[in-house]
């Protein structure tokens, strides 16, 4: 064997420090400009300019944070920095920090949602929009669900969905319950949307394609065939041309629509400063997302969660048997306003499966906040899952309490719907539609989780294998 090549050497070895000093001064540097000098909220910014790819988001029972976030806690307190893909991220389990980004939106902050997000509801529909276009688009909004009559109409349109749903299961004793509960929002979704029924053949083909799409919110944007983007997009495509095919036809006959039909189409073709059928997409698009997602996820951890706790499933039973004079009779006003221990479980469930972990803002300009220099331009992350797990807020905080509502009124550390100017303005209809669900699954079935399946934030929640459960028939009422 020869030695080795002297003039090769020469050369090697000086390229290898000036690398070596490269490396260590990029180091330093980062280090100063990240450091103590910094007026960020404190924190590990991970590799030099890249800071941390995946470590914040990757996969975890969704009534935990996982080990990342624990640790930064930890380590930093309720307001860190992290640098993420090349860009600062400021995240926040602050519960007045967290208000005051949410209450100075449009001022000091924008919503920032996932770029995923935008190219499945579109860029015209609310979640993207701000300063009058918003105010206007949510005026609009607000007044449509105002016109569904709450108290009596919508109420009995949602014990229907429910029943129609469950008849279904009469020769079954097994369902998945994610697959059930989509069927069931996605029902009354689409009704209010465009006015079509479960008849219609398009509806199962619309529905499949919000579950593709939805699929496609957080996966890597590229459009090579058979990815998970790729067929987001393509479901994206079926779904706006038959909403856009449905719009036209109702431009085609606008002279003889009138307010029964009462739907969101209707409310868009009413409106003049909404009548391009883009425009129409977005809002119907938009709408049809914000009814399935985070609702059909609350439901499935409220069955799940009581299926590991028959105490707190007993007590709801019997409280869904006090509150009827009839049981076989559509629920009432009244009696759903009684379901005191009803709507602690949903708070429970909403607290402890936290459905929208994290709110995504920007700044609008250099925000100071407690001596904290935030620069315009930085993504601020309101951890709201973070607030809720939090044991100087919550006793036991990971432990499912739904007993804990009957006590506790308010609590700063409790905001599942969000806050300021983008507070869920559906979130009362979502209360209804996940208690008349619950109440028609409970007196109607006893159930029992098949195998452990366990709710995985990744980032949104998921039950792997769609959460199926045994159900028996219990009493005598039918639905």
């Known amino acids: 064997m020869t030695g080795a090549d002297p003039v090769l050497l020469s050369l090697t070895l000086p390229l290898a420090s000036v690398i070596a000093i490269l490396l260590v001064s990029i180091f330093w540097i980062y280090g100063r400009k990240n450091g103590a000098d910094s007026k960020l909220p404190p924190g590990d910014k991970g590799w030099p300019i890249v800071g941390y790819i995946f470590s914040p988001f990757k996969p975890h029972p969704a009534t935990t944070l996982g080990d990342y976030l624990n640790i930064q806690f930890s380590r930093y ?3 860190f920095s992290i640098r993420y893909r090349g860009k600062t991220l400021v995240i926040s389990a602050d519960p007045e920090f967290n208000r005051f980004v949410l209450q100075n939106e449009q001022t000091l902050f924008q919503n920032n949602l996932p770029s995923g997000f935008k190219a499945f509801m579109g860029e015209g529909s609310l979640p993207f929009l701000a300063g009058d276009v918003y105010r206007s688009k949510k005026s609009l909004m607000v ?7 709450i108290q009596s109409r919508f109420l009995a349109e949602v014990e229907e969905a429910a029943k129609a749903v469950m008849t279904s299961w009469r020769q079954r004793r097994q369902i998945l319950a994610d697959e059930e509960i989509n069927k069931f929002l996605f029902n009354i979704a689409i009704a209010k949307a465009m006015g079509m029924t479960p008849d219609d053949p398009e509806v199962e083909e619309l529905r499949k394609a919000f579950i593709a799409a939805y699929d496609g919110f957080y996966a890597v944007p590229t459009s090579l065939p058979f990815t998970r983007y790729s067929k987001a997009l393509k479901a994206r495509d079926i779904i706006c041309s038959i909403v856009k095919r449905k719009a036209e036809d109702r431009m085609i006959r606008s002279d003889k629509m009138d307010e029964k039909e009462n739907d969101l189409l209707w409310y868009c073709l009413k409106n003049s400063s909404l009548t391009s059928i883009q425009n129409i997409c977005y809002e119907v698009v938009g709408f049809i997302f914000a009814a399935l997602l985070n609702t059909q996820n609350t439901i499935a951890l409220a069955i799940y969660l009581l299926g590991k706790c028959p105490k707190s499933l ?4 019997d409280e869904f048997k006090q509150n009827d004079t009839d049981a076989l009779a559509n629920l009432t006003w009244d009696a759903y306003k009684k379901m005191e221990f009803c709507q602690s479980v949903i708070n429970e469930t909403l607290r402890l499966g936290n459905i929208v972990p994290r709110l995504w803002r920007k700044t609008l300009s250099d925000v100071n906040y407690k001596g904290y220099i935030i620069p315009q331009g930085t993504t601020v992350m309101t951890h709201i899952a973070a607030m ?6 919550f006793e036991n905080p990971n432990i499912f309490d739904p007993w804990r509502w009957l006590v506790i009124k308010k609590s700063n550390n409790w905001m599942p719907f969000g806050g300021g100017a ?8 979502a209360r209804i539609e996940i208690a008349v669900f619950l109440r028609h699954l409970i007196l109607n079935y006893d159930y029992e989780l098949v195998e452990s399946d366990q709710p995985v934030a990744s980032p949104l929640v998921k039950f792997s294998t769609g959460l199926p459960i045994r159900i028996h028939s219990v009493g005598k009422m039918t639905p």
């Open 314 to 317: 007993r007590q709801l039973r």
């Open 388 to 393: 809720h797990l939090d044991p100087s807020a």
């Open 422 to 429: 983008r507070h869920c303005i559906g979130s009362e209809i």
């Open 77 to 79: 307190g309720k307001i």
């Open 143 to 149: 007044a449509f669900f105002n016109s569904w009559q």
